[in-house]
């Protein structure tokens, strides 16, 4: 009998899992490098919380969609950026819909509303405001250090985002970077949206991850890049099981060096 791609990883990842108890694993990266992917299931292998940042962003976005705040507003955006309870659970065994977690804002399950593509055109523009910024990246932190102190019900926190490894917690000890070709991210969301039955063509979805890109990596604050200690993996030509087992690779090479 063949061991499946997740067996053959039980060795490493338990090996990691020993030596790193309570943890903070940064992961960056450009929108739909598979990043998601990867931080979700080593957060699931390692018994960790998974934490995507973005959906705060997104979250804030969605409130000003649906509330009637003008995007452009960048004082009355901020200040829900403020006000808004964004809560995160793991998803209850009931929820068996491919969601990673649940976001309730305000008490409201949004988890599929975030994904709009209202919310996509709108959020790069909300998650360049400074107050918005300074408001989600101190929950963040907090909800990381309180999970990398050990005080919380998961031995450790997968923090996925943009700036995760360079503003949010730069003093996590593990960071990975994770890159694909924006030509590749492209063809990976045109087929997710099309199985979603989303009218779009290649060519739309391509134009907007460039855009994207460009405002993620060009806004002045907390720009998307490369943290000097992250660790880059390009899976533009790889499986998603390749790319795991490149991460817990050097997890556990940084983890002998710390
Ligand atoms: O990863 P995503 O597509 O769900 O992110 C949504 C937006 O939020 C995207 O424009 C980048 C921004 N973002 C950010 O600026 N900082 C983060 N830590 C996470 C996301």
């Keep these: 009998m063949t061991a499946t791609p997740d067996r053959q990883l039980d060795e490493p990842i338990a090996a990691l899992g020993a030596c790193l108890r309570p943890a903070i694993i940064a992961i960056d990266g450009p929108a739909a490098s598979g990043k998601s992917t990867v931080g979700y299931r080593l957060a699931k292998a390692l018994g960790y919380l998974y934490f995507d ?28 950026a403020h006000s808004l309870v964004i809560d995160l659970h793991p998803p209850q065994p009931t929820q068996q819909d491919g969601r990673h977690a649940t976001v309730l804002v305000d008490g409201q399950d949004v988890t599929w509303l975030l994904r709009a593509p209202e919310v996509d055109r709108n959020v790069s523009a909300v998650s360049a405001y400074a107050e918005v910024r300074a408001a989600l990246t101190a ?19 997968v923090l996925v985002g943009r700036d995760i490894g360079t503003v949010v917690v730069p003093d996590a000890p593990l960071k990975l970077y994770i890159d694909a070709t924006p030509e ?31 405002i993620d990596s060009e806004r002045t604050l907390a720009p998307l890049r490369l943290a000097a200690d992250a660790v880059r993996i390009d899976n533009s030509h790889q499986s998603a099981d390749v790319t795991l087992k490149q991460a817990l690779e050097a997890l556990c090479a940084r983890v002998g060096k710390l």
Excluded at 139 to 157: C, L, N, P, S
Excluded at 193 to 208: E, F, G, I, M, N
Aim: without cysteine.
């Design 139 to 157: 929950k963040q932190r907090a909800i990381a250090h309180r999970y990398g102190r050990g005080d919380a019900e998961r031995a450790g926190i």
């Design 53 to 80: 940042t973005g959906v705060m962003y997104r979250a804030v976005t969605w409130a000003a969609l649906t509330r009637g705040v003008a995007i452009a507003d960048e004082q009355a955006v901020s200040a829900l």
């Design 184 to 214: 590749e991210r492209a063809r990976r969301r045109y087929h997710e949206l099309r199985q979603q039955d989303k009218a779009v063509t290649y060519a739309q979805v391509l134009a907007d991850i460039l855009r994207r890109d460009r």
